[in-house]
């Protein structure tokens, strides 16, 4: 695959440029790197906003691995909403791959499993109300019914409130989405209950913040009237305000161990194991137990939001710059957009466009079949902010 003549890992999800996908990229790298392996991210976007045209062409990525040609194979299967993208990744790699494949934190027959132990590091924060605060009157808002995680971590909630003898009432459970649509949702659930609850504990931060943001909007204080947590340790869980207790899941360090995976198995690709993980409490003041005027909390919090508000950004015009690059139709089209998009992305001077011509002569974007030929289209930014642009073709 490539001309280095190493081994290449491929490693497949959608939007890549997510935090946990960004973590587990960059530990994925770190070890490739040191044991002598290439790396190649296949990430499409998926079918974000319900734009069916844009997805339709966005699943042609999955055509392009050569998968017969990978010494491993990484699956994070759970970052993608789509049951096609899902079907097709698995199928091709059933059908074509012949190495040890790694699943990330989704249970799959026939491969290596990274999965986090949701049993122990649920039970830690449940511990942590009810020990350490003295609370007994605790919600919990799980994912969708449908997902093994949620319903694992429900089991546990409800496990350990048997075990501490407190009753668990129609309205202390909430099935959730594991994303920011249903604060308000929960909110009016849980306040059904005859108690109100002391703490909402979340099965993920988004959850979690989304829940902190309805409380404080319903004149709530977090955490002297109501207590929050939530789990995996994303970085919005610091910059929030207040920051949000929950439990820290290594991403960076299931991309390590993805890797020695597939480089302890290359002789037995076929010989699969299932490896957990812990997640770690992280105490925050969600829970009443970080000051909020603390120097390098303070620290913290403006730098994620500036790396955040650049990353955001730089998504978002990537995104968009990509969809309108599928409808130019020469060259000239094509610098023209990156310069109107590129005006808008921070931290970059110079940029590289490569153009394979015969993916180019068999990919119909919207009936729109583009002809170019194979080359490299090198940009410079000036002083001025406009782009110089040339075009190397290729041989």
Not at 2 to 25: D, H
Not at 66 to 84: H, N, R
Not at 279 to 296: D, T
Not at 361 to 383: A, K, Q
Request: include cysteine.
């Amino acid at each position: 695959m490539f001309a280095n003549k190493r081994k290449t890992i491929g490693i497949f999800l959608e939007r890549a440029g997510s935090e946990f996908q960004n973590y587990l990229c960059q530990g994925v790298l770190t070890k490739a790197e040191e044991l002598g392996y290439n790396v190649a991210v296949f990430s499409s976007y998926g079918n974000y906003g319900q734009n069916d045209r844009y997805f339709v062409g966005d699943q042609y990525l999955w055509d392009l691995p050569p998968y017969e040609e990978l010494s491993g194979v990484i699956l994070a299967l759970d970052t993608m909403d789509e049951k096609e993208s899902r079907q097709k990744v698995m199928d091709c790699i059933r059908e074509r791959c012949h190495c040890p494949v790694v699943s990330i934190r989704e249970l799959l027959v026939g491969a290596n499993n990274l999965l986090v132990d949701n049993s122990t590091c649920m039970e830690g924060l449940i511990d942590h109300f009810v020990k350490d605060h003295g609370m007994k009157h605790l919600c919990f808002m799980t994912g969708p019914k449908d997902h093994w995680d949620a319903k694992e971590r429900m089991e546990c909630f409800l496990r350990k409130m048997k075990e501490y003898g407190l009753p668990v009432g129609e309205y202390q459970c909430f099935w959730g989405d594991f994303w920011k649509n249903k604060g308000k949702e929960a909110c009016d659930w849980f306040f059904q209950g005859e108690e109100k609850p002391e703490a909402i504990i979340c099965a993920n931060d988004y959850m979690a913040m989304a829940v902190a943001s309805e409380l404080i909007r319903r004149g709530y204080r977090i955490p002297e009237d109501i207590c929050v947590s939530g789990y995996d340790g994303m970085r919005g869980t610091l910059s929030f305000t207040p920051s949000i207790t929950t439990a820290i899941v290594p991403f960076f360090d299931m991309g390590v161990t993805a890797v020695e995976l597939i480089d302890k198995k290359q002789e037995n690709p076929l010989e699969v194991e299932d490896v957990f993980f812990e997640a770690v409490l992280q105490k925050r003041e969600s829970c009443g137990c970080m000051s909020s005027g603390g120097q390098e909390a303070m620290a913290l919090r403006q730098h994620l939001y500036e790396v955040d508000n650049v990353s955001q950004n730089r998504e978002m015009q990537f995104h968009f710059m990509s969809i309108h690059l599928s409808e130019c139709h020469t060259i000239e089209e094509v610098a023209q957009k990156i310069t109107y998009y590129a005006y808008n992305i921070e931290g970059f001077r110079d940029y590289c466009i490569c153009l394979n011509e015969q993916l180019m002569e068999r990919t119909d974007f919207g009936g729109l079949l583009i002809r170019w030929r194979c080359g490299l289209l090198f940009g410079t930014v000036s002083p001025s902010n406009r782009f110089v642009y040339a075009l190397t073709a290729g041989s």
